[in-house]
């Protein structure tokens, strides 16, 4: 890191006096630093650090797609180690612009026939009581929102169940959801040509959409 944890927080909240937005983003970017055109790693680098501050409404947006969004599905093409966060998306670009061409909002990633992950957020489906989602491995960025909604479910007593689902029987699902920064318990009604449950947003889902707004406002 190319500082102290405590200096990043200062420099963050000197951002969001600045910029004095009510509701945003933060990105922290960090990348080995400079160094000429070649592929090996630059020797005593200076890490370079960018962090950003835009504006965002992720109320706005879940209120605006409260009937909840189509995806699509699409075997993954990605390297093997999408569990790094890094700017290496150009799949992710390609089938995020794939799904919207197709009027869908996201491309849910398949391996083998196995459920990973969307373009841009964690997928996660309901059978009954308990809910599934893709475990942790390098298959998938395991998000930080992906994360506190696990927290969040286990303290509403809420069963998360970490195993590799099959397409088919996400067809199957009685609810289905996304979660990521911008879109924490997103429902998805429809998968390919197939309908989600009966077509609306779940109860479970919105319990878990609240109780993460929730948290989010507690801050």
């Given amino acids: 890191m190319p500082c102290l944890p ?16 009510q509701s945003g983003m933060i990105y922290i970017q960090v990348s080995r630093g400079a160094s000429p055109r070649i592929h090996p790693f630059p020797r005593n680098p200076t890490p ?47 089938e995020k612009e794939n799904a919207l061409q ?3 909002y996201e491309t849910i990633f398949t391996k083998n026939g196995y459920i990973t ?3 841009t957020a964690n997928f996660w489906c309901i059978f009954g009581t308990t809910v599934y989602t893709y475990p942790k491995s390098q298959h998938i960025l ?6 506190r909604m696990q927290a969040l479910a286990k303290d509403m007593g809420i069963t998360i169940e970490e195993r590799p689902f099959t ?3 996400a067809y199957t699902a009685d609810e289905a959801f996304l979660t990521s920064s911008n879109a924490f318990g997103l ?4 998968m390919n040509d197939r309908i989600v449950g009966t077509g609306t947003p779940g109860a479970f889902t919105l319990a878990l959409q609240k109780a993460f707004i929730e948290y989010i406002e507690g801050l």
Avoid at 64 to 81: H, P, Q
Avoid at 142 to 147: A, E, L, P, R, V
Avoid at 187 to 190: A, G, T
């Fill in 117 to 119: 992950e969307a373009t």
């Fill in 6 to 21: 405590t200096v990043l927080e200062k420099h963050i909240h000197e951002l969001v006096r600045l910029n004095r937005y």
């Fill in 167 to 169: 397409l088919e029987e």
């Fill in 142 to 147: 395991n998000g930080i929102t992906k994360q």
């Fill in 102 to 104: 197709q009027g869908a």
């Fill in 187 to 190: 429902p998805v009604i429809q």
């Fill in 48 to 94: 370079s650090l960018v962090i950003t501050v835009r504006p965002t409404n992720q109320l706005a947006f879940l209120q605006a797609n409260k009937k909840g969004v189509k995806v699509i599905t699409k075997e993954d093409t990605r390297w093997a180690r999408p569990d790094i966060k890094t700017v290496n998306l150009l799949a992710n670009i390609l």
